[in-house]
């Protein structure tokens, strides 16, 4: 059949200022979680990981929060360079079961 | 250590032929997953090796297969192909593919283009 083309959100930020990259999962018993950046043409590229038992975890500028009561996960970038434009992906996994992927977010860096 | 690595990078095939692509994962890795990844559909699971063995399934026909060898190597086969298997396909491993905490990375991606 006929498939929706997915619609990705983008946001948009000026160069040093702080990204926020939103994504809610579906699973409440999902218990790792993972950000992912994937620039043109590449394959997806790891950025920081969370387990079910933590709120927060900070990385080189990066932080991620988990609030599971929403089950809403958010990326944090601090200072935002031009080469943070990206695609990101959040992606949640249930013990036993596959990395399940949201639809990602467009992030642009303007000059 | 050196990545997870796919060959070919780009292909070119028609219609009704079948393609195969192969997946090495970082040493020490063996759970090997395929992804399909479409501008319409996303990021797609198709199947997970370990142990040579496929642990879990994605939705897909069963025009789409692999196999896991015992140096943890993948191979995955799309046959009979159709103008919708144009994708870019993506293999990740992980050390056991089980547990919070085992980190899944991904290698380039072969792009598949079906004329």
């Known amino acids: 059949g006929e498939s929706v083309g997915l619609h990705l959100p983008t946001l948009s930020v000026q160069e040093g200022d702080n990204s926020i990259i939103n994504c809610a999962y579906s699973n409440s018993a999902s218990d790792y979680f993972i950000w992912y950046k994937q620039e043109s043409g590449k394959g997806p590229q790891f950025i920081i990981d969370i387990r079910s038992n933590m709120d927060k975890r900070q990385g080189q500028r990066v932080t991620v929060l988990l609030n599971k009561t929403v089950k809403h996960l958010s990326l944090q970038i601090a200072a935002t360079q031009p080469g943070d434009s990206a695609v990101y992906f959040c992606a949640e996994k249930n013990y036993g079961q596959n990395f399940v992927f949201g639809p990602g977010t467009r992030l642009s860096v303007l000059p | 250590k050196a990545g997870v690595t796919q060959t070919p990078r780009y292909l070119i095939k028609t219609r009704g032929q079948q393609v195969t692509l192969s997946c090495s994962p970082i040493s020490g890795h063996r759970s090997v997953s395929w992804y399909q990844q479409t501008p319409g559909q996303g990021l797609q699971f198709l199947f997970e090796?370990?142990?040579?063995?496929?642990?879990n399934k994605g939705n897909f026909p069963g025009r789409f297969s692999g196999r896991q060898f015992s140096n943890s190597r993948s191979e995955m086969n799309v046959s009979t192909l159709e103008l919708g298997d144009s994708a870019l396909y993506l293999c990740?491993?992980?050390?056991?593919?089980?547990?919070?905490?085992?980190?899944?990375?991904f290698g380039p991606g072969t792009r598949l283009t079906v004329l």
């Open positions: 990740a491993s992980s050390s056991s593919g089980q547990g919070a905490g085992d980190t899944q990375y």
């Open positions: 090796y370990f142990s040579e063995t496929q642990r």
